[in-house]
């Protein structure tokens, strides 16, 4: 092969192989891809609204706003258990349907809301109907807290930083946004 076609070809794989790396490496950054809450302080949200779940040190902190019924809330659930180190605020936002609702109820209600959450969201155990009266007028407050927060679905992540995640993302991602609000 002459030197004019060995050059042209090591200068196409060297190309090629940059504008792959180069695109792997904004896949996994997730710098600057979602909106910051504008005057954000979570020491200001209303925690006892909101399930607390920590895992490993609970060194880093996340709220979530969830629906029992939302199928992708349940692998960010699981998602956060595996990354650890982090408090999980779960503020109960049912928003697909009565059924949701009643579950919120049933699980904020219930007389250990938090290991109810978890038996509800990983393996399906309904916390069934709890006993007697039931002050559920925190889950009106979570939903004016979403509608502050402009939270439209679930799951949607709210980190330390002010950080707003719509939707599930990659648990990578989610690691990043953690380190990054706790680096602020």
């Known amino acids: 092969m002459n030197l004019r076609r060995r050059l042209l070809l090591a200068t196409c794989t060297w190309s090629a192989t940059a504008t792959i790396g180069h695109a792997q490496t904004r896949r996994d950054d997730v710098t600057g891809r979602f909106k910051k809450v504008e005057g954000f302080d979570f ?13 490993g ?3 880093r902190r996340i709220a979530v706003f969830s629906d029992p019924r939302c199928g ?3 692998r960010v659930d699981k998602d956060l258990k595996a990354i650890g180190n982090v408090t999980v605020h779960v503020f109960l936002y049912p928003v697909l349907g009565e059924e949701s609702v009643a579950k919120a109820r049933n699980i904020l209600c219930s007389a250990r809301p938090a290991m109810n959450w978890e038996q509800w969201i990983e393996k399906s155990i309904d916390p069934g109907t709890p006993a007697g009266r039931c002050d559920a007028s925190a889950l009106q ?10 939270v439209s679905g679930t799951p949607t992540l709210i980190f330390g930083d002010g950080t707003r995640v719509p939707g599930a993302i990659r648990t990578a991602w989610i690691e990043q946004l953690l380190d990054a609000a706790e680096r602020r």
């Open 57 to 59: 040190n609970g060194k």
């Open 141 to 150: 407050r979570n939903a004016a807290l979403g509608k502050r927060y402009d």
């Open 72 to 74: 992708h809330c349940q």
């Open 43 to 55: 020491d200001k949200l209303p925690l006892q609204d909101a399930i607390t779940l920590v895992h």
